[in-house]
């Protein structure tokens, strides 16, 4: 765990929050406390995100997926931790979110990852399958087994679940479920259309 809070820790280091916040929140990019960033939406507070790379840990050349990416912020964390030779599909309900997400990633020059509206009646991003590692920004009220089944074998989600974060690892015999702390979360929910899921802590 030390390597992965070392590489993490240079990935906050290389991928400023400020680059992803709304122009009247830059300002309060050091806090460490969950900004707004529209449609009811916040970029994470910086230490659960922290905390979740950290469960997470992304190897060099990993197929990464993010749900729930928001403002884009975590999915250019997670290109910086999977490298050039890794990838990462974000998945965001929001349009305007969509929008947001890409824009900033490409400001930032963040060339390894995409942004995609979340479609109807599809949670996470079923085509770039099978990933290695997948975050969920948002609390599912259970395991979400959608998402399991696009990891590929002995991947690993990170996702808070009825309050807990938990860090799930995809085995023959099952997943292997850990419980790292209680966080609070707003809701994993599906839109009005029934296009994906969303959320970010609070």
């Given at each position: 765990?030390?390597?992965?809070?070392?590489?993490?820790?240079?990935?906050?280091?290389?991928?400023?929050?400020?680059?992803?916040?709304?122009?009247?929140?830059?300002?309060?990019?050091?806090?460490?406390?969950?900004?707004?960033?529209?449609?009811?939406?916040?970029?994470?507070?910086?230490?659960?995100?922290r905390?979740?790379?950290?469960?997470?840990?992304?190897?060099?050349?990993?197929?990464?997926?993010?749900?729930?990416?928001?403002?884009?912020w975590?999915?250019?964390?997670?290109?910086?931790?999977?490298?050039?030779?890794?990838?990462?599909?974000?998945?965001?309900?929001?349009?305007?979110?969509?929008?947001?997400?890409a824009?900033?990633?490409?400001?930032?020059?963040?060339?390894?990852?995409?942004?995609?509206?979340?479609?109807?009646?599809?949670?996470?991003w079923?085509?770039?399958?099978?990933?290695?590692?997948?975050?969920?920004?948002?609390?599912?009220?259970?395991?979400?087994?959608?998402?399991?089944?696009?990891?590929?074998p002995?991947?690993v989600?990170?996702?808070?679940?009825?309050g807990?974060?938990?860090?799930?690892?995809?085995?023959?015999?099952?997943?292997?479920?850990?419980?790292?702390?209680?966080?609070?979360?707003?809701?994993?929910?599906?839109?009005?259309?029934?296009?994906?899921?969303?959320?970010?802590?609070?």
């Open positions: 765990m030390s390597g992965a809070r070392t590489r993490v820790a240079a990935a906050l280091d290389a991928v400023p929050r400020r680059m992803f916040l709304p122009p009247d929140q830059v300002a309060h990019a050091d806090r460490d406390e969950p900004l707004p960033i529209g449609h009811g939406q916040t970029n994470s507070q910086p230490t659960t995100v905390q979740m790379l950290e469960l997470l840990d992304v190897q060099p050349g990993d197929r990464v997926l993010d749900v729930g990416c928001g403002s884009g975590t999915t250019a964390l997670l290109a910086h931790l999977a490298g050039t030779g890794g990838s990462v599909d974000g998945v965001e309900l929001v349009p305007q979110l969509v929008e947001f997400g824009a900033n990633l490409e400001r930032a020059g963040v060339g390894t990852a995409r942004v995609h509206q979340a479609l109807r009646d599809r949670l996470g079923p085509d770039g399958t099978p990933y290695d590692r997948v975050l969920v920004s948002a609390q599912a009220v259970e395991l979400p087994r959608d998402l399991l089944a696009q990891l590929a002995g991947g989600m990170v996702v808070p679940v009825a807990r974060m938990l860090r799930v690892q995809a085995d023959d015999d099952g997943p292997v479920v850990e419980e790292h702390g209680w966080y609070r979360f707003v809701p994993l929910v599906t839109g009005p259309s029934g296009g994906g899921w969303w959320g970010q802590p609070v």
